[in-house]
């Protein structure tokens, strides 16, 4: 293409074309010097939960959706999640509780309800568990019908926009 031909294209593309056109040619480059940090060693600053970091944990807890499952979100939000962040305090950095959506097709969501706990304090949330466990699972009954299950995660990867 000829730098006229060139030059009457750019002119033509609108100011938010020209900006994603700048984002992802700076993306291309970031990825590019990650790849030759990676391949060098360089001593380029690392993400929270690289090797040399304490790793991330979370606790993911699913509760299965199906016919006549009921779960009080509002009971869970104004009382079951203020019990859990003030028995266990700092130890949680912060918990999600989200609602699952049916999808495109309008089939049901596989979970009612999906929550994260990302501990801020191991130790201190293992010792949250030991003292309050049973009260906690005492109270799943007050907002939901359904069966849970949780499992311990680390944190591998993150990304963000």
Same mark, same amino acid.
């Given at each position: ?26 993306? @291309? ?13 360089? #001593?380029?600053?690392?993400?929270? #939960? ?11 807890? +699913?509760?299965?959706? @199906? ?21 266990? #305090? ?10 699952? +959506?049916?999808?495109?097709? @309008? ?7 999906? +929550? ?16 309050? #466990?049973?009260? +906690? ?25």
């Amino acid at each position: 293409m000829s730098k006229n031909r060139s030059d009457k294209k750019e002119r033509e593309l609108s100011s938010k074309q020209r900006d994603r056109r700048s984002m992802m040619i700076g993306a @291309g480059k970031a990825a590019a010097m990650g790849a030759v940090a990676a391949a060098f060693g360089s #001593g380029l600053a690392r993400e929270a #939960g690289a090797a040399d970091a304490k790793p991330v944990r979370c606790m993911t807890i +699913l509760y299965k959706n @199906g016919p006549d499952i009921k779960f009080d979100f509002e009971y869970y939000k104004t009382h079951h999640m203020v019990d859990i962040m003030k028995w266990y #305090g700092k130890s949680i950095q912060k918990f999600e509780l989200r609602k699952g +959506l049916a999808a495109a097709d @309008g089939s049901a969501p596989p979970y009612v309800a999906t +929550l994260t706990i990302w501990i801020a304090d191991e130790e201190a949330f293992n010792a949250g568990n030991a003292k309050y #466990g049973a009260q +906690l699972a005492a109270e799943v009954p007050k907002f939901t019908n359904t069966q849970l299950m949780a499992q311990r995660d680390e944190v591998y990867a993150v990304a963000t926009s």
